[in-house]
C-alpha cells in the first residue's frame, strides 16, 4: 500500500504544480496587468479641455516609412512576441509548437514527437510561460546540442523562410543599423536562423541548461526572458530608434521603451520565393508539412497505413511486370505524369547503348524512369544503402568517385546496354539544379535527356543526416506523392564530344536544357556544398580516392 499512497501523492503534487500553481500565477499576472493598465490610464486622464488619449498606441508595421528608413540609417530593434507572432504569420494561440514539434521529431525521434502532440490538451489549459517550459521540457530534455545544431541549420530554416512576415521582414531589410532580436523561446531555435538569412546583429532569448553534450529540458536560472527588462539591460540607458511587437500587454511595454514603435496586428500575405534574403536550395528533414497540432495528429493516425501502403507500393515494383506495376501504383495514388516518351532503338552496328541523363530528385529517378520506359536500365550510383540495393527492381552499379575507374565501368555498361547516370551526384528538394558532372559526355554519343521532379505532402524521400536506407520507404509512404517525368529528344551530334564540344560544354548545354524545361534555375553547387551544409561533412561514405567528378 506504501507504492501506490506515494504515487498518488506524487500526482497530486503534480497536477498542482502545473494546474493550480499557474492558474494562480496567471491571475497574478492579469491583476498586475490591470493595475497598470488602470494606473496609465487615470495618469493621463485629460484636465480642463486637454483630450484624452490611450496609454499605448502604435501604428501597424505596414505604416512605417521604408525610404526615410533606408536614409536614415536608424537601428532597427525587432521583438518577438512569443517569437512567431511577429517575425513569423501566425495566429494560432500555440504559433511556437511546429516548431518545438520540428525540433522533437527531426532532432530527437519519433517517440518525443508523439509525446509532445500528447501533451496539447495540457499545454491548451496552461498558461504562456508553463506551456512554454513544458514544451521545452518535452522537446530538450535529453536531446544532444549537436542534434539541435543540425535541426536549427538544416531544418528549421526552411518553415521560417515560408512563414516569414513579409511587412517585417521589409522594415528589418531597410534598417541600414544594427538588428536585436528578443525572444522569449528558447535562442538556439532562433539565433542560425536570424543571423544566417536576416543579418540580425544579437538575439536575446531563453537560454537552456545542459549538462555534458546534453539538454536538460530546463530553462536557465535566469527563466524565461523577459523582453522589456532584457531591453533595459541590454541597451541601458539609451533608446533604439525602432521597435517591432505583437498587440500584446508586454509588447506595448516593450516598444515603449522605444523612440518609435510599430505593431504587428494581421498577418502579411505569403512571402514569394524571389523575395527571400537568401536563396533555399539545400534543406533537410522528413517532414514536408508545417506540424500543427492537427496536421501532427493526422500524420500519426496515417502513418499505419502509410508503412504498408509503402511496403505494398515497393513489391510492385518488385514482383509485377512494368505495365501492372505502373497501373496498380496508379491505383495505389501515385500521380504519374510521363512526356515525350521516345524509344531509341539499338542498330546492329551501335556498340554501346542509350546513356539518359537525369536531374536528381530521389533514388527513385532511374526506377520510375525504367517503368515509364517499360525496359530494364542500369543506374550508377555513388552512395546506395544495402536495403535500397536490395529492393531495387533494377540493376544498380556503385561508382568509386575514382574518375579513370569510374569511366571504365561506364563505358562497359554501355556496351551491356541502356544506362541512367544523374551527373548532380546528389538529390536537391528546391528548384535548383546543381553542377553537372562532365564526365558523362566523355563516354557516350548516344545522350538523352530527361526532366524529372518529385513532389511529397507528408514525408520527404531524401535525407543527408538521416539513415538513407529508409529513403524509399519515405517516399512511398505519402498519400498522393508525384512524379514528373519529361523525356527530352536526343542531344544532337554536334552538341557532343563527337561533333567536337569539350565535355564541360556538353554537361552545362545539357543542364541548362533541363532547367528550362523543369522551370528551374542552374547554379554551380556540388554534392559537397550540399553535405558541408546540411551535415558538417563531405557526404564520402568510404575511404577510398574520392576525386571530385565535376571537372567544369
Not at 489549459?125 to 508553463?130: P, S, T
Not at 500524420?299 to 497505413?305: N, Q, S
Request: hydrophobic share 40%.
Amino acid at each position: 500500500m506504501v507504492f501506490p499512497m506515494v504515487l498518488l501523492r506524487l500526482i497530486d503534487w503534480v497536477l498542482y504544480q502545473l494546474l493550480a500553481n499557474s492558474f494562480y500565477r496567471a491571475a497574478r499576472k492579469m491583476k498586475s496587468y490591470w493595475f497598470h493598465f488602470e494606473h496609465n490610464i487615470s495618469s493621463n486622464k485629460p484636465h480642463h479641455n486637454q483630450q484624452q488619449q490611450p496609454s499605448f498606441s502604435f501604428p501597424s508595421v505596414t505604416k512605417c516609412d521604408l525610404h526615410s528608413l533606408k536614409l536614415s540609417q536608424k537601428t532597427a530593434t525587432l521583438v518577438c512576441s512569443e517569437v512567431h507572432k511577429v517575425l513569423l504569420n501566425s495566429s494560432s494561440h500555440s504559433s511556437f509548437f511546429p516548431y518545438f514539434m520540428l525540433v522533437a521529431f527531426e532532432g530527437g525521434s519519433i517517440l518525443r514527437a508523439l509525446l509532445l502532440l500528447l501533451s496539447c490538451p495540457l499545454l491548451f489549459i496552461l498558461n504562456h510561460d508553463m506551456r512554454l517550459k513544458v514544451m521545452t521540457f518535452i522537446t530538450f530534455c535529453g536531446l544532444r546540442i549537436k542534434d539541435m545544431e543540425c535541426v536549427s541549420r538544416a531544418v528549421l530554416p526552411k518553415f521560417y523562410l515560408e512563414n516569414l512576415n513579409l511587412h517585417v521582414y521589409e522594415v528589418m531589410a531597410s534598417a541600414a543599423g544594427s538588428k536585436v532580436v528578443f525572444t522569449s523561446v528558447p535562442r538556439v531555435m532562433v539565433e542560425g536562423f536570424l543571423k544566417e538569412y536576416l543579418s540580425v546583429c544579437d538575439v536575446i532569448g531563453t537560454e537552456l541548461q545542459t549538462f555534458g553534450c546534453y539538454f536538460t529540458g530546463f530553462v536557465s536560472d535566469s527563466g524565461l526572458l523577459v523582453k522589456h527588462r532584457a531591453l533595459k539591460d541590454y541597451f541601458a540607458d539609451t533608446k533604439p530608434d525602432i521597435g517591432i511587437g505583437g498587440s500584446g500587454f508586454d509588447d506595448h511595454i516593450f516598444m515603449s521603451l522605444c523612440k518609435e514603435g510599430y505593431v504587428v496586428n494581421n498577418p502579411s500575405p505569403k512571402m514569394p520565393r524571389e523575395k527571400y534574403p537568401k536563396p533555399l536550395i539545400f534543406h533537410d528533414g522528413r517532414l514536408a508539412f508545417l506540424p500543427t497540432p492537427s496536421a501532427t495528429l493526422f500524420m500519426f493516425m496515417w502513418l499505419p497505413i502509410g508503412i504498408l501502403l509503402a511496403i505494398y507500393r515497393i513489391l510492385l515494383g518488385i514482383l509485377l511486370p512494368y505495365k501492372w506495376a505502373m497501373i496498380l501504383g496508379v491505383w495505389s495514388g501515385i500521380n504519374l505524369n510521363v512526356k515525350g516518351i521516345v524509344r531509341p532503338q539499338r542498330s546492329a552496328e551501335q556498340k554501346k547503348g542509350v546513356l539518359y541523363v537525369c536531374t536528381h530528385r530521389t533514388l527513385l529517378d532511374p526506377v520510375f524512369l525504367s517503368t515509364s520506359l517499360a525496359k530494364p536500365l542500369t543506374a550508377v550510383t555513388y552512395s546506395l544503402s544495402k536495403v535500397s540495393e536490395f529492393i531495387a527492381p533494377i540493376r544498380t552499379v556503385r561508382l568509386t568517385r575514382d574518375r579513370k575507374q569510374d569511366a571504365e565501368t561506364m563505358q562497359r555498361l554501355l556496351r551491356e546496354g541502356d544506362l541512367v547516370v544523374c551527373p548532380e551526384g546528389t538529390t536537391c528538394r528546391e528548384p535548383y539544379l546543381l553542377r553537372f558532372s562532365s564526365l558523362f559526355a566523355e563516354l557516350a554519343d548516344e545522350i538523352v535527356p530527361v526532366a524529372m521532379n518529385a513532389n511529397v505532402s507528408m514525408f520527404y524521400g531524401t535525407t543527408a543526416a538521416g539513415l538513407k536506407c529508409l529513403d524509399p520507404i519515405f517516399f512511398f509512404m505519402n498519400p498522393r506523392p508525384s512524379y514528373h517525368i519529361e523525356i527530352l529528344g536526343k542531344v544532337p551530334k554536334e552538341l557532343t564530344c563527337a561533333g567536337g564540344r569539350s565535355s564541360c560544354e556538353v554537361a552545362n548545354y545539357i543542364q541548362r536544357q533541363l532547367a528550362h524545361a523543369l522551370g528551374f534555375q542552374c547554379t554551380s553547387l556540388t554534392r559537397r556544398d550540399k553535405y558541408l551544409m546540411l551535415a558538417g561533412n563531405e557526404g564520402i561514405v568510404n575511404n577510398h580516392h574520392h576525386n571530385n567528378s565535376s571537372s567544369c
